[in-house]
Protein backbone atom coordinates (compact mmCIF):
# COMPACT_ATOMS: atom_id res chain seq x y z
CA UNK A 1 0.00 0.00 0.00
CA UNK A 2 0.99 3.55 -0.39
CA UNK A 3 -0.43 6.43 1.34
CA UNK A 4 -0.20 10.33 0.72
CA UNK A 5 -1.02 12.57 3.91
CA UNK A 6 -1.22 16.26 3.38
CA UNK A 7 -1.01 18.87 6.04
CA UNK A 8 -0.78 22.91 5.97
CA UNK A 9 -4.06 24.14 4.36
CA UNK A 10 -6.44 26.67 6.65
CA UNK A 11 -8.27 29.95 6.53
CA UNK A 12 -5.39 32.94 5.30
CA UNK A 13 -6.75 36.69 4.08
CA UNK A 14 -6.47 37.46 0.80
CA UNK A 15 -3.08 38.48 -0.20
CA UNK A 16 -1.56 36.13 2.26
CA UNK A 17 0.34 32.24 1.87
CA UNK A 18 0.21 28.92 2.80
CA UNK A 19 2.49 26.10 2.39
CA UNK A 20 0.81 22.91 1.60
CA UNK A 21 3.29 19.18 2.51
CA UNK A 22 2.81 15.95 1.07
CA UNK A 23 4.58 12.82 2.32
CA UNK A 24 4.15 9.92 0.49
CA UNK A 25 5.11 6.49 2.15
CA UNK A 26 4.15 2.97 2.36
CA UNK A 27 5.40 0.21 -0.80
CA UNK A 28 7.68 2.59 -2.65
CA UNK A 29 10.15 1.76 -4.89
CA UNK A 30 10.17 4.90 -6.89
CA UNK A 31 8.02 8.34 -7.71
CA UNK A 32 7.50 9.51 -10.53
CA UNK A 33 5.32 13.08 -10.83
CA UNK A 34 3.86 14.30 -8.26
CA UNK A 35 1.36 17.12 -8.02
CA UNK A 36 -1.46 19.44 -6.44
CA UNK A 37 -5.00 19.06 -7.68
CA UNK A 38 -7.86 21.18 -6.12
CA UNK A 39 -11.35 21.55 -6.57
CA UNK A 40 -13.74 24.56 -5.43
CA UNK A 41 -17.28 24.09 -4.53
CA UNK A 42 -19.22 23.22 -8.06
CA UNK A 43 -16.30 22.75 -10.16
CA UNK A 44 -14.45 20.23 -11.51
CA UNK A 45 -11.16 18.92 -9.75
CA UNK A 46 -7.77 20.99 -11.80
CA UNK A 47 -4.65 20.87 -11.93
CA UNK A 48 -2.33 23.38 -10.14
CA UNK A 49 1.50 22.18 -10.35
CA UNK A 50 3.34 18.96 -11.07
CA UNK A 51 6.89 18.04 -10.78
CA UNK A 52 8.66 15.26 -12.56
CA UNK A 53 11.11 13.29 -10.32
CA UNK A 54 14.14 15.47 -12.19
CA UNK A 55 12.59 18.79 -10.73
CA UNK A 56 10.78 20.25 -13.72
CA UNK A 57 7.41 21.57 -12.89
CA UNK A 58 4.90 22.94 -14.58
CA UNK A 59 1.57 24.99 -13.46
CA UNK A 60 -1.77 26.19 -13.94
CA UNK A 61 -1.89 30.03 -15.68
CA UNK A 62 -4.23 30.96 -12.65
CA UNK A 63 -1.28 30.03 -10.42
CA UNK A 64 1.42 31.01 -12.76
CA UNK A 65 4.44 33.34 -10.77
CA UNK A 66 2.12 32.73 -6.99
CA UNK A 67 2.78 29.25 -6.83
CA UNK A 68 6.13 27.58 -6.70
CA UNK A 69 5.62 23.58 -6.44
CA UNK A 70 8.67 21.52 -5.08
CA UNK A 71 9.84 18.01 -3.55
CA UNK A 72 12.11 16.60 -1.29
CA UNK A 73 13.16 12.80 -2.90
CA UNK A 74 14.97 11.84 0.11
CA UNK A 75 11.84 12.51 2.53
CA UNK A 76 9.27 11.17 -1.01
CA UNK A 77 7.51 14.80 -0.02
CA UNK A 78 6.18 17.71 -2.33
CA UNK A 79 5.56 21.12 -0.95
CA UNK A 80 3.34 23.68 -2.71
CA UNK A 81 4.26 27.18 -1.47
CA UNK A 82 1.00 29.47 -2.27
CA UNK A 83 1.33 33.28 -2.14
CA UNK A 84 -0.39 36.24 -3.39
CA UNK A 85 -3.50 33.97 -2.80
CA UNK A 86 -6.90 35.01 -3.68
CA UNK A 87 -10.59 34.34 -3.11
CA UNK A 88 -10.56 32.18 -5.88
CA UNK A 89 -7.73 30.25 -4.72
CA UNK A 90 -10.65 28.67 -1.83
CA UNK A 91 -10.67 24.75 -2.96
CA UNK A 92 -9.81 21.71 -1.35
CA UNK A 93 -6.12 20.80 -2.52
CA UNK A 94 -5.47 17.09 -3.06
CA UNK A 95 -1.56 15.96 -3.89
CA UNK A 96 -1.22 12.88 -6.22
CA UNK A 97 1.60 10.64 -6.77
CA UNK A 98 2.42 8.32 -9.43
CA UNK A 99 4.33 5.50 -7.66
CA UNK A 100 6.14 2.17 -8.44
CA UNK A 101 5.40 -0.03 -6.38
CA UNK A 102 8.64 -1.98 -4.68
CA UNK A 103 8.71 -5.96 -5.37
CA UNK A 104 6.17 -5.95 -7.76
CA UNK A 105 7.11 -2.85 -10.04
CA UNK A 106 3.74 -2.08 -10.70
CA UNK A 107 2.77 1.85 -11.27
CA UNK A 108 0.06 3.49 -10.31
CA UNK A 109 -1.37 6.72 -9.46
CA UNK A 110 -2.34 7.50 -5.44
CA UNK A 111 -4.11 10.28 -4.19
CA UNK A 112 -4.06 11.93 -0.24
CA UNK A 113 -7.37 12.89 1.43
CA UNK A 114 -7.36 16.12 0.58
CA UNK A 115 -7.04 20.05 3.06
CA UNK A 116 -8.88 22.65 2.55
CA UNK A 117 -7.53 25.92 1.23
CA UNK A 118 -10.21 29.14 2.14
CA UNK A 119 -9.21 32.37 1.21
CA UNK A 120 -11.55 35.16 3.04
CA UNK A 121 -11.33 38.46 4.63
Known amino acids: QVQLVESGGGLVQPGGSLRLSCAAS????????MGWYRQATGKQRELVAS???????IYSESVKGRFTISRDNAKNTVYLQMDSLKPEDTAVYSC???????????????WGQGTQVTVSS
Open 26 to 33: GSIGSINA
Open 51 to 57: INNGGSP
Open 96 to 110: NANVRRRLTSIVGDY
